[in-house]
């Protein structure tokens, strides 16, 4: 079979693998949709210290159950499911407490074993032991359900800032992350959401298909003003950060309204992990500033069930449809912010 397999950053190679056995606990898939992220970005320039090359990346899986090991109840070939990425050991003391995404035991698609850039895959025993393995809704897509983990990290972040009913919220980052916040933000009730952005390009890609109330260009005009004229100096009642950005996670605190929730969604840079906080501003505003980080196995199903009821739309946020030959291709897309969401189907 083909594989897309990691040696060394920028050494990602197409090449020939032997095709996969299910063993007695562990079930084996044909990959049917594998989306890529701007985890597969970094992980192409700079690896990561987990992964211990040659390892086949990716880990927004979606397929067909093509062999089931012996141990294994429950799944018949045929079945459509969709995998989850980070994988909790289940039997932790953070895991017993239901807090699954703070894991210290965590283990990955795609980063520990081989992921779903690949025509077929082994879904390993440990993702079985914590109900890790999601059958696909009926009226959802493979395509659709690769988006369906992406989908619960930003339902995680929402979830733990209470995005509800009436809420004015900024979406800071217009990448599928982005879209999906604005989408779900919507979904949960928010009453207003505006998309903030640095590429004027990415901008009106995103906002052309999402539709926020206000798309504010923060490289053309001061994102901060912006936010607080349209809410009549009072600010928004929470900001999801959902960019890779320093500055962006300052900005925060400027333009959140008083007793506002700050969801730190998007990860910094290892090198610049620190900013300036101004304490004063959360002490008198009475602000949360809550991280948020992955998803656990329920996210992704919850997520699944929101796709399938049409609450959260995904299909129009694919604008890239890709076989596996040209997954190097799809990651260039993802990195030079051309599309939305880029999907590679084996």
């Known amino acids: 079979m083909k594989v897309a397999r990691f040696h060394a950053p920028g050494d990602i190679r197409l090449e020939d693998a032997p095709e ?5 606990g562990e079930v084996k898939i044909r990959v049917r949709a594998c989306s890529t992220c ?65 894991c210290p035991n965590q283990v990955s698609m795609g980063y520990d074993f081989d992921g779903g850039f690949a025509e077929f895959m082994i879904v390993p025993a440990v ?39 009436g809420d004015v919220v900024v979406v800071v980052g217009s990448g599928p992350i982005g879209c999906l916040h604005v989408r779900l933000a919507r979904a949960r009730g928010a009453a207003r959401v505006f998309l903030v952005e640095l590429s004027r390009t990415r901008l009106d890609l995103a906002a052309a298909i999402v539709t926020p109330d206000a798309a504010i260009c923060s490289n053309e005009t001061d994102a901060v003003e912006a936010v607080m004229a349209l809410t009549d100096g009072r600010g928004a009642d929470v900001i999801i950060t959902a960019a890779a950005s320093g500055a962006a996670q300052e900005d925060a605190l400027r333009m959140v309204a008083p007793g506002g929730r700050i969801s730190f969604f998007g990860g910094l840079p290892k090198d610049k992990p620190v900013i300036a906080l101004d304490s004063n501003v959360v002490h008198y505003k ?61």
């Open 20 to 24: 996969p056995t299910a063993s007695a």
């Open 38 to 102: 701007g985890t597969d970005v970094k992980i192409s320039k700079f690896g990561h210290f987990r992964i211990v090359p040659p390892r086949v990346m990716g880990h927004e899986i979606a397929g067909e159950v093509v062999e089931v090991g012996s141990d294994v109840t429950g799944w018949v070939p045929g079945d459509r499911v969709q995998v989850i990425a980070a994988i909790p050991c289940g039997t932790c003391r953070d895991c017993l407490a239901g807090h699954m995404t703070a």
């Open 127 to 165: 993702v079985l032991a914590v109900d890790g393995l999601n059958r696909i809704p009926e009226g959802v897509s493979f395509a659709e359900a690769s988006v369906a983990e992406p989908f619960a990290c930003a339902l995680n972040a929402q979830e733990l800032v209470h995005v509800g009913d």
């Open 286 to 346: 009475e602000l949360m500033i809550m991280g948020a980080n992955g998803s656990s196995p329920d996210h992704n199903k919850r997520a699944l069930a929101l796709i399938a009821d049409g609450s959260v739309p995904v299909a129009d946020l694919i604008t890239h449809r890709l076989p596996l030959d040209q997954v190097l291709e799809g990651i260039g897309v993802v990195s030079r912010g051309e599309g939305i969401k880029v999907t590679i189907e084996p």
